[in-house]
């Protein structure tokens, strides 16, 4: 499978943005993650979601404002990203793992398969 990120750009502090993660075939085996990275720091872990959708895990900086989704349907899965802040300003990656039912994982070295990435900039 292959993925690939989109949605980023540029939007002041307070403000949303959708992501989407697109697959070049069927994710419903796929566990999904989300990652970021800011220049100068490592990836960070955003999000994670089970195979059918029924468990969510956020990181820490983002429980509250960011949600996780996704539609094996149409081979998508989305990072809602609300309360935008400046720290939240880096490259955002969509990941899988191809894993069993209720498996999540938020290391980012469980992921097997990675997205190019998409620059979310928040300004003050």
């Known amino acids: 499978v292959q993925l690939q990120a989109s949605g980023g750009g540029l939007v002041q502090a307070g403000g949303s943005l959708s992501l989407s993660c697109a697959a070049s075939r069927t994710i419903s085996d796929y566990v999904i993650g989300w990652f970021r990275q800011a220049p100068g720091k490592e990836r960070e872990f955003v999000a994670t979601i089970t195979r059918a959708g029924t468990r969510t895990v956020l990181g820490n900086s983002v429980k509250g404002r960011f949600t996780i989704s996704r539609d094996n349907a149409k081979n998508m899965a989305y990072l809602q990203m609300n309360n935008l802040k400046p720290d939240d300003t880096a490259v955002y990656y969509c990941?899988?793992?191809?894993?069993?039912?209720?498996?999540?994982?938020?290391?980012?070295?469980?992921?097997?398969?990675w997205g190019q990435g998409t620059q979310v900039t928040v300004s003050s």
């Open positions: 990941a899988a793992r191809a894993s069993v039912t209720g498996a999540y994982y938020s290391g980012q070295h469980d992921y097997t398969v």
